[in-house]
């Protein structure tokens, strides 16, 4: 039995564009930014709900295919991530939404989870996140690395779909 299995599982994916910024999405009544990402639902894989929590928060579908499998790791006492990555163009973060929603003690609302989206140096990750969210972006995965393997593998999609049409 791994140290894996006794923790609740949190999916999520890192999305990058070609400039080197990360998305990153507003939490609600909170003080941090976060990855799209959440709990994983009995019998669904760790890819099927990362692509889902993003839908949920983000308004965005990815497509498995163009996912990168990170792993998992460590992340609080109670809980490890399943992180993807993937990237994308600089979408407008004023066109994103997040769809899922928790009830507000307070104020009696149902507010959405997050409640803003930005593009971040990856130099801010500490300043904007979390401190567990910061190791885990910023001392256990080398964003830049990843970065450069997204995009040589969508370059040479991208060259292998070139031949085909010639």
């Not at 949920?56 to 399943?82: I, Q, V, W």
Request: charged share 20%; net charge negative.
């Amino acid at each position: 039995m791994s140290f894996f299995s006794s923790k609740r599982l949190s999916c999520g994916v890192i999305i990058l564009n070609p400039e080197g910024e990360l998305l990153l999405c507003h939490v609600t009544g909170q003080n941090h930014w976060d990855l799209p990402k959440g709990g994983i639902d009995t019998g669904e894989s760790p890819l099927a709900a990362a692509l889902r929590e993003t839908v949920e928060e983000t308004s965005l579908r990815l497509r498995a295919e163009d996912l990168l499998d990170l792993g998992c790791f460590k992340y609080t006492t109670k809980k490890n991530l399943h992180l993807f990555a993937t990237q994308l163009a600089r979408v407008d973060v004023s066109r994103l939404r997040c769809d899922s929603h928790y009830h507000d003690h307070y104020s009696g609302r149902h507010l959405p989870e997050m409640d803003g989206f930005g593009w971040f140096a990856f130099a801010r990750i500490p300043a904007l996140c979390t401190p567990k969210m910061a190791t885990v972006l910023h001392a256990r995965i080398d964003l830049g690395l990843v970065l450069q393997t997204l995009l040589a593998q969508q370059e040479s999609a991208d060259a292998f779909m070139m031949q085909a049409s010639a």
